[in-house]
Every structure is written in C-alpha cells, then in structure tokens.
C-alpha cells in the first residue's frame, strides 16, 4: 500500500517568510510524528498526534511552530517568519494501533530560509 | 529526557566484512529500540528493532542485541554488501503498551562498504 507522504518535497523561504508542509500518513494510522532533521544529524522529535489530538508539543522549538490534525488524518505542521536556522528536512511519520511501536517515515520537506 | 549516544560516527569496511554499530540510552524507562537506514536524500527506512523483554534478534543479515543492564544495544550486519553503505541511526523510545511513542535518535553512522 501507499507510505507516508509530504509535500512539498523542497521549499524555499525568504526570512521572515510563512511556510506550511503537509503530511499524508498511511490510511487507517492513528499516530503521526513530526521531527526536524539538520544537515548530517539524527532527526530531532517536534510533536506528536493521537488521531486528532496533539497529546506532546515539547519538541517544538518556538511559538513560531504550530501543528494540526484536525480530522485525524492529514496534518500540517506552520512555521511562521522563517529564520535561517529553520532549514532542515521536516520528516513526518505514522504509526498504527494498537500494539505498535513501529514509526514508517514519510520523504521529508527539505527547507530552506534564505 | 533521554540521550543516546552512537559509534562510530563513520565506518568503512570491506564487501563479505562484518560491521557492528554501538548506542547507548540514558533512561532506564526506555523499552523499544529501533534502528533506521537513511540513503542519501531518503526517508529513514526501518530495518529491525527490539523490545526491553528480549536480549537479540536476527532477520537474515542483520541483528540486534540488547543490554538492558549496562543500557548498550548493538547493530550487527554481517557479509556486508555495497547496497548497505548508509547512514544508520539507532533510537530509543519509551512506549506505552502497545503505543507508539517519541524516539530520541543518536548522530548517525556513516557506514561506506568498499569492493
């Protein structure tokens, strides 16, 4: 069946700038994940959904950073006027209940702020 | 929070060679490790992971071992192949029963598998 997708794949910013990404996750996956990956790191955890409930927001990095997942499927993650040391990869993944911890990730949104 | 740390951060070895990649987790609480493969410009790609109630675990190629005492847990890929030059992260979560929850990755290794 169809992975977890994001769109758009690249985005290009000015500073100051808003941007939206989406995440589609695979059909029926009631967990979906946001974490932000710099250039040659680990992906970093920025929020997490259960259905259409945010239930973690700690990894957010600013209030300029916002999700939603208002009908428990698509979510979208906002960064409000962009700074430069918003570019990464944003990757999204979803994973299934009950009894799985597996996460599938999405390709990613590579972001950059000029 | 939890940390985990990764070794080596690169890794070259020879095709047929063995590799092992090494982490480490900070919190006793963490239950469920998995380790990713991510290709240049690529979506991490799960390939094995463990739960806190088993030692190891072998899916052809690949295994993962589990010290939940000294809180280590290992990658080991034998008769490497060119196709498994990547980078690999390790990650460690705690999970409800049956729930997913937030990883916490190490660094990466850059493993390069030579002819």
């Known amino acids: 069946g169809a992975g977890v997708s994001q769109s758009p794949r690249y985005k290009v910013a000015k500073r100051g700038q808003d941007v939206a990404l989406r995440c589609d996750p695979i059909s029926g996956h009631v967990s979906l994940f946001w974490y932000q990956q710099a250039l040659g790191q680990g992906p970093e955890f920025l929020t997490y959904?259960?259905?259409?409930?945010?239930?973690?927001k700690s990894g957010l990095p600013s209030d300029r950073f916002f999700a939603e997942r208002p009908e428990g499927s698509v979510s979208t993650l906002k960064i409000q006027r962009t700074q430069q040391e918003d570019s990464a990869v944003y990757l999204c993944?979803?994973?299934?209940?009950?009894?799985?911890?597996?996460?599938?990730f999405g390709p990613g949104t590579r972001l950059t702020v000029t | 929070g939890e940390n985990v740390e990764q070794h080596p951060s690169t890794l070259s070895v020879q095709e047929g060679d063995s590799a092992v990649i090494k982490c480490t987790y900070s919190d006793s609480a963490s239950n469920y490790f998995p380790w990713y493969k991510q290709e240049l410009g690529k979506r991490p790609q799960l390939i094995i992971d463990i739960r806190s109630n088993v030692g190891e675990k072998k899916d052809q190629r690949i295994a993962v071992t589990l010290n939940k005492t000294a809180k280590h847990f290992s990658l080991h890929i034998t008769e490497t192949q060119p196709e498994d030059s990547a980078v690999y992260f390790c990650?460690?979560?705690?999970?409800?029963?049956?729930?997913?929850?937030?990883?916490?990755f190490g660094t990466g290794t850059r493993l390069q598998v030579t002819l």
């Open positions: 993944a979803s994973s299934s209940q009950p009894n799985s911890y597996e996460q599938y």
């Open positions: 990650a460690a979560s705690m999970g409800q029963t049956g729930t997913a929850s937030k990883l916490t």
């Open positions: 959904f259960q259905n259409e409930a945010q239930l973690d």
